[in-house]
């Protein structure tokens, strides 16, 4: 890829993470009606995701192995997937989402200081409409800054810096480790995190334990399982050949997919500040996908 261009691949790839993670709220909510919280939900899809990587390339496994640092995607996805998972399935959706999508200014200081990756006008620009939509949105109508508020806000900004860090390191290893190894160390760190989250809160009383195995339930989770195998592979091909501020402005797609699902799935009202805050968040996205040509 020559320096300054976009390919519209990995652009693509992302977009369809963006898409599968923008909806996964719904099925997501009918698990917990039916007595299953979302960090069991994780447990049992990411399982089931990573039987899928094991068996279809067992070399995986070895990379673990063999590639310690393959351990830190692990936990940095594990919290990533727990806090947005559990945010989205208690919170309103948009706003998580946006929340959530804070991570362009954590991923500028990251790849600038882990990357080594220059603060260009262009990247600069992307990260201001970015950030400039969200905080429209968010902004809260009797005044002052947004700032989180409850449990569910705490748990998107924090899966929100987890995955930026997770894209910045992504980039940093991808030369020395392999999509199926990064995809496998991803899903069995979401099962280890939600797992000890899970356990502790049961324990405490605080979460039931999972319902006994029923056709509906399972169902669901075997087909969000494998949307979210697909999903994190696509993830692999995009976020290792972008840089990572391309990377996180083009997942800001997700915003468009999740508000739009939640407004006519799940009957959210969509408001004056969100439509126009959502309109410079997709131009920052539009931005990113525009192949350059030469560097800004």
């Known amino acids: 890829m020559k320096s300054g261009t976009v390919s519209a691949w990995p652009v693509a790839t992302l977009l369809l993470n963006a898409l599968v993670w923008g909806v996964s709220w ?17 447990v049992v899809v990411f399982t089931l995701s990573a039987s899928v990587i094991v068996a279809w390339r067992p070399s995986s496994l070895r990379q673990l192995r ?19 998972n559990w945010a989205v399935s208690i919170g309103e959706v948009t ?12 991923t500028v200081l990251l790849a600038r200081v882990l990357l080594h990756e220059p603060l260009t006008r262009r990247s600069a620009t992307r990260v201001a409409l970015a950030l400039t939509g969200a905080a429209i949105v968010l902004w809260p109508p009797q005044g002052g800054w947004p700032w989180p508020r409850s ?13 930026a860090f997770n ?9 020395r480790t392999r999509e199926e190894g990064r995809a496998a160390a991803m899903l069995i760190g979401c099962i280890a995190v939600a797992g000890v989250m899970a356990a502790v809160l049961t324990l405490q009383s605080r979460v039931d334990w999972p319902p006994a195995p029923a056709w509906g339930w399972v169902t669901i989770a075997a087909g969000l399982a494998l949307a979210f195998v697909c999903s994190n592979l696509a993830y692999q091909f995009g976020a290792s050949r972008l840089p990572a501020n391309v990377t996180a402005v083009v997942m800001l797609t997700e915003v468009v997919f999740a508000s739009a ?6 009957g959210e009202r969509s408001t004056a500040p969100t439509l126009v805050g959502g309109a410079l968040i997709i131009a920052a996205a539009l931005l990113a996908a525009w192949p350059a040509r030469r560097p800004a």
């Not at 719904?26 to 994780?42: D, F, S, V, Y």
Request: aromatic share 14%; hydrophobic share 60%; proline share 5%.
């Open 167 to 175: 894209s910045v390191m992504v980039r940093r290893v991808a030369h």
């Open 95 to 106: 706003r998580v989402v946006l929340l959530f999508y804070l991570m362009p200014l954590w």
């Open 151 to 163: 449990l569910a806000d705490w748990l998107a900004v924090l899966g929100g810096f987890a995955f």
């Open 26 to 42: 719904w099925p997501l909510r009918e698990l917990a009606t039916r007595g299953l919280h979302p960090l069991w939900t994780m």
């Open 66 to 84: 063999e590639q310690p640092v393959l351990w830190v995607l692990a936990a940095a996805s594990g919290v990533t997937n727990a806090a947005f």
């Open 261 to 266: 699902s939640s407004m006519w799935i799940g």
